[in-house]
């Protein structure tokens, strides 16, 4: 998901989504401690996008002030 994507979303289709999204990270993080995980990258992925939907969402906030 892209940076124009995510700031095209309003405010509460952004908390959804990090919603989801520190859902998802919940869900890797168990399955990394059940040895269940393939791919050890997806983790840090998730962060990311957590990062991202929190910066913008900051951005968005600040920017209705």
Known sequence: ???EDIRAMGLEELK???EQAHQEL???RIRLSTRQLVNH???PKA????????????????ASR
Do not use: G
């Open 1 to 3: 998901m892209k940076a």
């Open 16 to 18: 959804k989504n990090i």
């Open 26 to 28: 919940f869900n890797l």
């Open 41 to 43: 990258r997806e983790i």
């Open 47 to 62: 962060r990311r996008k957590i990062a991202q939907l929190e910066t913008i969402l900051r951005e968005k906030e600040l």
